[in-house]
């Protein structure tokens, strides 16, 4: 007979398993969805809307990566990160917000947080929201004007080092970290490894 906190840690970790697939769908649902308004109704081309971009972050000797469901550009240069997410999507501007500074210099104007219910646009400079809903998201147009009138610059070397920080944390904090385009780290393989 097992002992009986294992047993209590192994029903946790199957509830855990649980909600992270399910928080997973939804993110998955949510991608779809904003991969169709881009292309269908925002007026974005294929060319303009990447998806699933990767980046390298670099913290003193340490190297991580991270990512974003989406990066928009407009005539060449990137204008919008897309971040989707399941639950809370308040809870993930700041690290949208991160990211949209830390992926291009100067950054990228536009951040915007998305489920499957809703979504928020917020502006990388003031980190505040600016629309709330999928109407909110920048049509091309828009956003071709946002990026003329940007007068973002490149962020400081200490700047940079606090964004890093705070984008690498909330990238911690969850159960499932990409690891690069090719998958992540998993609970099932974290709780395998005792």
Known sequence: MEDEPIVREKKIFAVLKQEIEEGEDMADEARKMVSYLLLEKKGYSADEVRSNVVFDVKLGNEAATSSVDFVVSVGGRPGMVIKCAAGSIA???????????????????????ADPMTAEVLDVQT????????????VREQLFQILEESKLQPLSPARIEKEKRIL???????????????????????????
Do not use: H, M, W
């Open 91 to 113: 809870s993930r501007e700041r690290q949208a917000v991160a990211a949209a500074r830390l992926i291009s210099s100067p950054p990228v104007p536009v951040a915007v947080v």
């Open 127 to 138: 980190g505040n929201v600016t629309g709330e809903g999928f109407g909110a998201i920048p």
């Open 168 to 194: 690498l944390a909330f990238d911690a904090i969850r159960c499932y970290i990409p690891k690069g385009a090719d998958g992540g780290v998993k609970l099932d393989d974290v709780c395998n490894d005792k």
